[in-house]
């Protein structure tokens, strides 16, 4: 037990799957596991562990931006064991050729600052995805027939951005995708020696402005956890 998890010693899985809500981890942990228990509920942040064709897994929410990914992560690595972590979110298109309920699979996160900035100081880390798992998930979701793009994204600090001059440029390099948490989750595995991807699904687009409804997004997202699962145990 820690100080943001309250589950025991044993009841967290060596692999986490990642959603930021804590809603949609126990819509996932309903939907893709066996026998899926409630582990954790403080500050109302769920996890739930199960099984998927027999392999233990945890699905448990992380909240919303880098700082509060890290705080579930460090402590899901340090203090219960965990090897492999995907996150499982939504994110906004940034690429024409990009669209709502197209896969994207995070090669590598750019970012203006992260958590673990004031441990790297001047060096620009580059966080990236493990390779073994960013192979896998393409091949799960070339299996699925499922539009995938696998390239670089950028994990903002903020929701409402106000730098168009900087999306402008994000969008000139090929940038695929924004959401808020990948680049400190690439930081933290690769401290650790932990294997991490991000596995997201467009749910809006910041050229067209066309967005999911939440409805949409629920039915739209199951694609993206069953390529998770599968490259978790490739």
């Known amino acids: 037990m820690t100080i943001h998890i309250g589950a025991d010693s044993g009841e967290i899985a060596q692999t986490v799957l990642l959603p930021g809500d804590p809603?949609?981890?126990?819509?996932?942990?309903?939907?893709?596991?066996?026998?899926?228990?409630?582990?954790?509920?403080?500050?109302?942040?769920?996890?739930?562990?199960?099984?998927?064709?027999?392999?233990?897994?945890?699905?448990?929410?992380?909240?919303?931006?880098?700082?509060s990914l890290s705080i579930y992560v460090n402590e899901l690595i340090r203090d219960y064991g965990a090897r492999?972590?995907?996150?499982?979110?939504?994110?906004?298109?940034?690429?024409?050729?990009v669209a709502l309920r197209d896969v994207i699979l995070a090669m590598?996160?750019?970012?203006?600052?992260?958590?673990s900035k004031g441990i790297l100081r001047e060096l620009n880390f580059a966080p990236c995805a493990d390779w073994s798992l960013l192979q896998a998930a393409a091949q799960a979701a070339q299996r699925r027939g499922t539009r995938t793009h696998v390239g670089g994204i950028y994990s903002s600090d903020v929701f409402y951005d106000e730098r168009p001059?900087?999306?402008e440029q994000m969008v000139r390099h090929g940038i695929l995708g924004v959401e808020m948490e990948a680049a400190e989750l690439y930081t933290l595995a690769a401290r650790h020696g932990c294997r991490a991807l991000a596995?997201?699904?467009v749910s809006d687009h910041l050229l067209s402005g066309a967005a999911l409804s939440s409805a949409e997004r629920e039915t739209s997202f199951a694609d993206m956890v069953e390529i998770a699962l599968e490259a978790a145990f490739a």
Request: charged share 15%.
């Open 165 to 167: 001059d900087l999306n």
């Open 108 to 115: 590598t996160a750019s970012s203006i600052s992260t958590p």
């Open 199 to 201: 596995v997201l699904t």
């Open 84 to 97: 492999t972590l995907i996150r499982i979110g939504s994110c906004g298109g940034m690429q024409d050729h």
């Open 23 to 67: 809603y949609r981890a126990r819509w996932a942990a309903e939907n893709f596991l066996k026998n899926a228990r409630l582990v954790n509920e403080v500050r109302g942040m769920l996890g739930f562990t199960g099984t998927w064709k027999g392999h233990r897994v945890t699905i448990h929410g992380s909240g919303m931006g880098m700082p």
